[in-house]
């Protein structure tokens, strides 16, 4: 966007464009910081100490509207999903507490380290098998899609590992999960939310299948604990479980799928930072902590003021729907000097928003990273001269949360 004399950073802004937004964002902070957008009907926030803040003090900005659709669904949609008996409701990141507490604490058990630590040799075997079609795919010198080849696939094998979910259904869930994606988080027209509601039928008929199947053989699995959790007396119903599957079989893949086209992308882009890991592996944890800095796939998220409050000298107004800017808060320069920069032996890296902050803070983080850190080091072994195609250039779905690439072409080099 061009900002002309006398007019304002958001004048004409475009919360759902991401392709190039670094600029803009860089411009709210600085003259910015918090405004009310009317088109959108949000309040935006883009400094990293405002955005704490609000993350923080979970009692006034409660999580409530973080799953609502950004246009309502239309009424055709609605019929659908009415008919189509789909009742979901958030899992944890929508809900508050009481209820938050009391489900998060149930789930958190089966989140654990020890859980996500027992499936890393899988984790290695899928990426490998992934990097092999990769291979194949580019054995000629032509560019291939690492988006498309492994970013996309590989984090919902890993996660369909941890649910019991067969790898045959792993095409199903991903284009549940894109139209979940979607119908949250995009602005789609009356037309387009038709197959949306229809996707969205049948996940919820799926995972209610998966747990029927789960109460009958019981497997080392999320959907296993979470029932034997509840056998045990654990406080949860049976429609709690399932908006906890509705939202982990989106949110564990769908966020790592886009953050590791994101840092390809990135490292690419960066070849000191690429140069820097292949000698030296040890570098590769800062540099995912980096890369979630710097690039990250959640670049929104959005809470809803119970009572008015002065945040960064703005009062928000009681009611305010506020949209949080974690990617513009992750380049601020009063937390990250040089923000605008990739840096992998960046002291504070870890203190980026990415997985949020308080009480919501993502439960897969560790999974994530793990994801990350395996692929970067797998990549830079066997393809330590890939790089980008020729003149290509990332372009971006329209969202606003999450920064997905439409491809990542790439050459593999020798
Ligand atoms: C790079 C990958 C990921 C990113 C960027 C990410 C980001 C986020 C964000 C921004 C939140 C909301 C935090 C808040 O409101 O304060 C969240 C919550 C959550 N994430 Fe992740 N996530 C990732 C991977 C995963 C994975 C792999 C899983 C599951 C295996 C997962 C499960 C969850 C759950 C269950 C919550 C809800 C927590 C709550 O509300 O208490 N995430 N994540």
């Known amino acids: ?141 032509k560019p291939v899609n690492f988006w498309e080849i492994v970013a996309f696939p590989v984090p919902a094998h890993v996660l369909f590992t941890l649910m019991g979910i067969p790898d045959e259904d792993v095409p199903k869930i991903k284009q549940y999960g894109a139209s979940r994606g979607k119908m949250t988080w995009s602005d789609l027209t009356d037309e387009e939310m038709i197959p949306v509601a229809h996707d969205m039928v049948a996940y919820w008929k799926y995972i209610h299948d998966l747990l029927d199947m789960r109460r009958e053989t019981p497997g080392d699995d999320f959907p296993s604990d979470m029932l034997a959790a509840q056998a045990a007396g654990a406080e949860i119903d049976n429609e709690e479980i399932a908006g906890l599957l509705y939202s982990t079989l989106f949110a564990g893949h769908e966020t790592t799928s886009t953050f590791m086209g994101n840092y390809v992308l990135a490292m690419m882009e960066n070849r000191d930072a690429w140069e820097a890991i292949k000698a030296d592996h040890a570098l590769i944890p800062n540099a995912v902590e980096e890369m979630l800095r710097y690039m990250p796939s959640v670049v929104g998220w959005r809470r809803k003021a119970r009572t008015a409050k002065v945040i960064g000298g703005v009062e928000l107004p009681e009611g305010a729907e506020i949209l949080m800017i974690t990617g513009a808060a992750n380049r601020d320069e009063a937390q990250f000097p040089d923000g605008e920069e990739l840096n992998i032996m960046r002291d504070n890296a870890r203190t980026h928003l990415s997985f949020g902050y308080g009480i919501h803070y993502c439960l897969g983080f560790q999974l994530a990273k793990m994801e990350a850190s395996i692929l970067l080091r797998q990549l830079s072994e066997r393809f330590p001269d890939m790089k980008l195609a020729d003149g290509f250039e990332a372009t971006y779905h329209r969202n606003i949360t999450f920064r997905v690439p439409t491809s990542v072409m790439v050459e593999l080099g020798k």
Do not use: C
């Open 1 to 141: 966007m061009n900002v002309h004399d006398g007019q304002m950073p958001s004048d004409g802004f475009d919360p759902f464009d991401l392709n190039k937004p670094h600029a803009l964002w860089k411009q709210f902070r600085e003259e910015q910081p918090i405004f009310y957008h009317e088109p959108s009907g949000y309040w935006v926030v883009s400094r990293y100490d405002d955005v704490k803040a609000i993350f923080d003090d979970w009692k006034t900005f409660s999580s409530e509207n973080a799953q609502k659709p950004m246009r309502p669904m239309s009424e055709a949609g609605r019929k659908i999903l009415t008919e189509g008996g789909f009742t979901a409701y958030s899992g944890l990141t929508a809900r508050v507490p009481p209820d938050h507490t009391r489900i998060r604490k149930i789930a958190q058990g089966a989140f654990g380290p020890r859980r996500f630590k027992s499936i890393e040799p899988q984790i290695e075997v899928i990426v490998k098998d992934h990097l092999d079609r990769l291979e194949d795919a580019g054995k000629d010198g």
